[in-house]
């Protein structure tokens, strides 16, 4: 089994910033894709940011400029540094990956979500 958890959501102003975490851990042999998706109440989930192993990063063009993903594959961690936040970046924060097991083939996994919210 594999399991992802994240952490560093939280209550900022608008303006802030905040950095977001994620670990997997379980029977992983390679990760070969990490993301950030969000969403909002009443809202479809999107992406926010992914990375690939060889690190090619890829952003929502509402995030450019101010998100920066990034991942440590020692640690099997990717990483979300929120800057210049504003009030429509309100959502849950969910972190998804593509991990190989050991003898096995790859899956998606996702974790349970971090709620960020951001105030006028």
């Known amino acids: 089994q594999v399991q992802l958890v994240e952490s560093g959501g939280g209550l900022v102003q608008a303006g802030g910033s905040l950095r977001l975490s994620c670990a997997a851990s379980?029977?992983?042999?390679?990760?070969?894709?990490m993301a950030w998706y969000r969403q909002a109440p009443g809202k479809q989930r999107e992406l926010v940011a992914d990375v690939t192993s060889g690190g090619i990063t890829n952003y929502a063009d509402s995030v450019k400029g101010r998100f920066t993903i990034s991942s440590d594959n020692a640690k099997n961690t990717v990483y979300l540094q929120m800057d210049s936040l504003k009030p429509e970046d309100t959502a849950v924060y969910y972190c998804?990956?593509?991990?190989?097991?050991?003898?096995?083939?790859?899956?998606?996994?996702w974790g349970q979500g971090t709620q960020v919210t951001v105030s006028s």
């Open positions: 998804a990956a593509e991990v190989k097991a050991a003898w096995g083939t790859p899956a998606d996994y």
């Open positions: 379980g029977n992983i042999f390679r990760i070969n894709h």
